[in-house]
């Protein structure tokens, strides 16, 4: 699809706002008390889900999880 220039607008002096940070070891001790099969939805703790993919693949310590959208938001679940 072409861009259309009169559409598109670029704008300049935009700051780019701070990463989030996120403490792991609070996710650690979030995610020890967490059993196969339970699911949480990240928003409400203040993280996004792919936060969860990206500390199971960080620690590799063979707990997995699985992201689905659902009408509350994106759910994630243990499921290993």
Do not use: C
């Amino acid at each position: 699809m072409p861009l259309d220039s009169q559409a598109s607008v670029i704008e300049k002096g935009i700051p780019v706002p701070p990463r989030a940070r996120i403490r792991y070891s609070e996710l650690d001790r979030f995610v020890e008390k967490m059993e196969v099969g339970d699911s949480v939805l990240p928003e409400r703790i203040g993280l996004k889900a792919a936060a969860f993919a990206h500390w199971s693949r960080r620690r590799n310590n063979g707990i997995r999880f699985t992201i689905r959208k659902t009408r509350e938001g994106y759910r994630v679940w243990r499921v290993a």
